[in-house]
């Protein structure tokens, strides 16, 4: 075969038959006058061959000069028609665009066709599942990144591992699908942000939770369907039309552009939160949690380094093994969320809290619902599931399973518990809430209501504890504060 031969054998592309680039080798050594032999040449040819492909849609970035890899067709988009500004006499003055959505295991990209390319796209020449080699330069698009092709051919050996459309339920979604059709119950709204393009045009966003019977995902609206963040309710059921999945630090979300649709349907859908036992979480973790309010304190808002001003609420939630502070961070402390509520607080960071006690903190990743009262509790060590999202019903008609109201042990009541028209005197409670004066009595107020604590135990101003003990003329002589 000889040394050009076995360069080329090993060559990670076939864009050049053995023909053309034994042709190349000549020209490269006459262009180098002399100062490479043929074998040298074959090399720096096929080290200029390779060095743009990737292993992967994963591995392709903004600003690489060009790219070539493969990947499979997910949807194909319409022809669209804009003026050019036409910079030679040659160049005509109306182009033509067509994005196609491809895909391998790792991930999706738009790939933007043009003119002459387009339009034979258009006229049917290329299908939803062909498997293309592309070549093309990437940059940061509209909706995330994209590639202007330079020259695209169907590849019938290579193998994509991953199906269009798809996914309809949210645990049938999987990295590359496009043209998603899902239904779910929407969990959670965010208000919608607004950011600078490269090209000088202002952008929308904006993010909502939707859920099942499957689990649940993140949806971000872009552009004009971000609208649809604040016009839709939680606890409305909705269908996601035309969404394709991405990955964002780790997880997966679904994305609706401009042809996507976020669309209100009259029927039910059952969402059933998969939840940790409080008892059992771990510093680091990020986990679901579920559990009845057991305090709410007031909203506080504080300046951060830059100036800014922020907010933050902390509730404390109970379930059958234990119980936890949750930090609600941002526009999360403006949720209506009282004593008594049932509410799930999903992708929470457990962290290192006030004397050692573990705190969840509910940042913008997190999502918060409070759930229909028929939330179940977690119990010895296993995971809840069964709840339902507010506004949502079972298929059947009937409610969820039992509720989390008998959580506490040793038929100890709380102070919060809704169940208890009236705390009696003699009773033994826990009460929970923010130390609002020190000394003799010990006052603590939950956001609700204030409570004078008896007690020996040294606190701060400011300090979130609990009071546990034996309520006597309105006040408690606690045996523990924790």
Excluded: C
């Excluded at 190349?24 to 490479?36: H, I, R, T």
């Excluded at 200029?48 to 994963?58: F, I, P, Q």
């Excluded at 067509?98 to 991930?107: R, S, W, Y």
């Excluded at 300046?303 to 922020?310: I, K, L, P, W």
């Amino acid at each position: 075969m000889g040394a050009i031969g076995d360069i080329y054998a090993d060559l990670e592309t076939d864009e050049v038959s053995e023909e053309e680039f034994r042709e190349a080798v000549e020209e490269k050594v006459e262009q180098m006058g002399g100062l490479a032999d043929e074998e040298t040449a074959a090399m720096l040819l096929a080290h200029e061959l390779n060095e743009n492909e990737v292993n992967a849609v994963a591995d392709i970035e903004p600003g690489m000069n060009e790219v070539k890899f493969i990947a499979k067709v997910m949807s194909v988009g319409d022809l669209r028609t804009f003026e050019r500004d036409g910079d030679g006499e040659d160049e005509p003055d109306e182009g033509r665009v067509i994005n196609v959505e491809a895909a391998d295991e790792t991930g999706s990209v738009r790939l933007a066709f043009w003119d002459q390319e387009a339009e034979s796209i258009d006229e049917g020449q290329l299908d939803v599942g062909d498997v293309l080699r592309v070549a093309g330069r990437p940059k940061e698009g509209y909706n995330g990144l994209e590639v202007s092709v330079d020259k695209a051919e169907p590849d019938e050996d290579a193998t994509v591992d991953v199906e269009p459309g798809g996914g309809s339920t949210i645990d049938a979604l999987s990295m590359g699908q496009s043209d998603v059709d899902v239904r779910g119950v929407v969990l959670d709204t965010d208000s919608i942000r607004t950011f600078d393009r490269d090209d000088g045009s202002e952008g929308r966003v904006a993010n909502l939770t939707i859920g099942d019977e499957t689990g649940r995902v993140r949806v971000t609206l872009w552009d004009d369907r971000a609208d649809r963040a604040e016009e839709i309710d939680p606890g409305t059921a909705v269908e996601i039309v035309d969404g394709y999945v991405r990955e964002r630090e780790g997880s997966l979300e679904l994305h609706v552009g401009d042809h996507g649709a976020v669309d209100e349907i009259d029927e039910a859908v059952a969402f059933e939160p998969d939840a940790a036992a409080i008892e059992h979480v771990e510093i680091g973790e990020t986990v679901d949690i579920a559990g009845v309010v057991r305090s709410a304190d007031p909203k506080r808002t504080f300046d951060r380094d830059d100036g800014s001003e922020g907010q933050v609420r902390n509730v404390r939630i109970q379930d059958a093994t234990g119980d936890i502070r949750v930090a609600l961070w941002g526009e999360k402390a403006d949720k209506e969320i009282a004593p008594g509520d049932e509410i799930l607080a999903a992708d929470v960071e457990i962290d290192d809290g006030w004397q050692d006690d573990k705190e969840a903190s509910a940042g913008w990743q997190s999502t918060v619902v409070v759930l229909d009262g028929a939330a179940s509790a977690p119990g010895n060590g296993g995971a809840g599931g069964g709840g339902q999202a507010t506004g949502a019903t079972s298929a059947d008609g009937g409610s969820a399973s039992a509720g989390l109201d008998d959580f506490a042990d040793g038929g100890t009541a709380t102070a919060t518990d809704e169940s208890d028209d009236e705390t009696t005197a003699g009773e033994t409670i826990e009460f929970t809430g923010t130390v609002v004066q020190t000394g003799d009595p010990v006052v603590l107020d939950d956001g609700e209501e204030t409570m004078s604590v008896e007690t020996a135990e040294r606190v701060q101003l400011g300090q979130e504890v609990t009071a546990r003990g034996t309520l006597r003329d309105d006040r408690l002589d606690a045996d523990d504060v924790f």
